[in-house]
Nanobody, 118 residues
Framework: QPQLVESGGGLVQAGGSLRLSCAAS????????MGWFRQAPGKEREFVAS????????EYADSVKGRFTISRDNAKNTVDLQMSSLKPEDTAIYYC???????????WGKGTLVTVSS
């Protein structure tokens, strides 16, 4: 499976924006549905967004619809998550994932921390 490395996390004020990036190496993500998940302190990991490999269709958790946008560049082997209008409840470790099916994935990055201050 490809190795995934996330970047772009950090501290941002509520209402601000961040862009997370996920770089894959050791294999192509071209034919894999890619996605982002997150885990807040004391909570289970949850699905955030995914982008299919075939027609580029996307799915989002209800909690982020209209605020987050997932995109992928198969040529560069990357997947990004543009996050806007951030809320304190978006604070979590964000994980890039590949081979996403529903709320599960076959392989994962190690995560990047996003902290949204009020």
């Amino acid at each position: 499976q490809p190795q995934l490395v996330e970047s772009g996390g950090g501290l941002v004020q509520a209402g601000g924006s961040l862009r997370l990036s996920c770089a894959a190496s050791g294999g192509t993500i071209r034919y894999r549905t890619m996605g982002w998940f997150r885990q807040a302190p004391g909570k289970e990991r949850e699905f955030v967004a995914s982008a299919s490999w075939s027609v580029g269709s996307t799915e989002y958790a209800d909690s982020v619809k209209g605020r987050f946008t997932i995109s992928r560049d198969n040529a560069k082997n990357t997947v990004d998550l543009q996050m806007s209008s951030l809320k304190p409840e978006d604070t979590a470790i964000y994980y890039c994932a590949g081979g996403v099916r529903s709320t599960r994935a076959e392989f994962w990055g190690k995560g990047t921390l996003v902290t949204v201050s009020s």
